[in-house]
């Protein structure tokens, strides 16, 4: 069966302290693993899209890496701004997302 | 930009109302979606479809249909809402199957 995990379910972090998230993941056949934010009472905003393992993307102050197994979120020197819950997906052979349960990441000044 | 827009992002409705969510995106997209989002349950998938009048059960259909008329929009009916179904709706949409899927900012019903 298709899974996602991730971890830490929350993050406490001050401003400037770099970390990452983490999404586990077994699917069969990935077709895609999806990185969103998502600020309270809003919908998801895309962040990602990785493809195979190996494959790294960056955005100001966010990088994505993907392994076979995992991939990481990693927040280089995060402002308060930072802070949502940023929530993790993988697509398989079957084409549905299977969405892990996120990650509340807060980010104090 | 990609654009999804939710008519109705507040709703409150009484037990047993005919309730229609509607959904409108902008960038000719084959494929759409609705999805709801409860806490510590994630996002689960209601119904999706890939062309129009075409739709497919998503994990949890019960007590809602779709219709889809026009490509560019999708709309959620619940047939006679219950208190269950208060929960935050949220639709996307994406290009082709295997492509990134777009939300829109969320639709949140309470059934009193």
């Known amino acids: 069966e298709d899974q996602v995990t991730q971890s830490p379910e929350a993050l406490r972090l001050q401003e400037g302290e770099s970390s990452s998230l983490n999404c586990s993941y077994t699917v069969s056949g990935l077709r895609g693993l999806f990185w969103y934010r998502q600020d309270p009472g809003k919908g998801p905003e895309f962040l990602f899209t990785?493809?195979?393992a190996g494959e790294e993307k960056e955005k100001e102050r966010l990088k994505a890496t993907l392994t076979k197994k995992e991939s990481f979120l990693h927040i280089t020197a995060p402002k308060p701004e930072d802070s949502a819950t940023y929530l993790c997906?993988?697509?398989?052979?079957?084409?549905?997302?299977?969405f892990g349960s996120g990650t509340r990441l807060l980010v104090r000044p | 930009d990609v654009k999804v827009t939710q008519s109705s992002r507040y709703l409150v409705k009484r037990t047993g109302e005919k309730v229609f969510l509607e959904c409108v995106q902008d960038?000719?997209?084959?494929?759409m979606f609705w999805y709801r989002q409860d806490p510590g349950l994630g996002l689960r998938l209601i119904y999706f479809s890939y062309d129009v009048k075409m739709k497919e059960k998503g994990d949890i259909p019960e007590g809602y249909s779709v219709s889809r008329e026009k490509k560019e929009r999708f709309s959620l009916i619940l047939e006679s809402a219950s208190t269950n179904q208060t929960s935050m709706y949220l639709c996307?949409?994406?290009?082709?199957?295997?492509?990134?899927?777009?939300f829109g900012e969320g639709s949140w019903l309470t059934v009193v």
């Open positions: 960038m000719d997209h084959e494929n």
């Open positions: 996307a949409s994406s290009l082709e199957a295997q492509d990134t899927i777009y």
């Open positions: 997906a993988v697509r398989g052979s079957s084409y549905k997302l299977i």
């Open positions: 990785l493809y195979s």
